[in-house]
Every structure is written in C-alpha cells, then in structure tokens.
Nanobody, 123 residues
Framework: QLQLVESGGGLVQPGGSLRLSCTTS????????IGWFRQAPGKEREGVSC????????YYADSVKGRFSISRANAKNTVYLHMHNLKPEDTAVYYC????????????????WGQGTQVTVSS
C-alpha cells in the first residue's frame, strides 16, 4: 500500500504553472521531512524541494529557486509543490518522498515514496 499519492501533473506550455499535490496515509507530521524528487529520461533522480516538520525550513535545488515553492497543509496530510515559469528542462516524473527520521532536515527518501506524476513542459 502506497503511503504517498501524488497528483497534479500534466502537459503545460513553457512559462506556465502547475501545482503538484502529495497526500499521505500517515499523519504528515510523522515525517521529519517530506519533499519532492524528479527524474527525467536518461538522467539521475534529483532532489527538487524539501520541507521540515520540525521547524518548517525548506530546501530548493538551484535549478528551481525562485520558481518553485513547497507548502504543507497539515489538516489535509498534504504537501504541495507550486511550480511557476516552467521550462522544458523541468520535464520529468515527479515523486513525493518522506523521511520518518532526519537529523539534519534533509530529504533523502529513506522511508516512503509515491508512484510519481508526469510533468511535461512543451509548446
């Protein structure tokens, strides 16, 4: 049984926006950290963004800083990735992952993963 379920992917034109959602079957604050990874065809998986449950601190990959933002709705057990000014190089399968324990507020995806949602940026 998947603990994390993503939604919100799709096809968008360059410069457009999307919001990805990840809903957890656990209480979301059970995760020390929860965040987003992505993997493009032929490329390694990379961390995109992460949020800490301890202090709310966030992390963004350099490639998405200023364009993406992460937020969390605890009552809905949901974490969001707000993506703006999308570029073709953002095309990838986006995965949500949670760490039940993280001593440094980093997202490593040691525990639970979602099935992924495809984001395609193309004109």
């Amino acid at each position: 049984q998947l603990q994390l379920v993503e939604s919100g992917g799709g096809l968008v034109q360059p410069g457009g926006s999307l919001r990805l959602s990840c809903t957890t079957s656990r209480f979301i604050l059970d995760y020390d950290t929860i965040g987003w990874f992505r993997q493009a065809p032929g490329k390694e998986r990379e961390g995109v963004s992460c949020i800490s449950s301890k202090d709310g601190s966030t992390y963004y990959a350099d490639s998405v800083k200023g364009r993406f933002s992460i937020s969390r709705a605890n009552a809905k057990n949901t974490v969001y990735l707000h993506m703006h000014n999308l570029k073709p190089e953002d095309t990838a399968v986006y995965y949500c992952a949670g760490d039940l324990y993280s001593d440094d507020n980093a997202c490593r995806g040691r525990d639970d993963w979602g099935q992924g949602t495809q984001v395609t940026v193309s004109s």
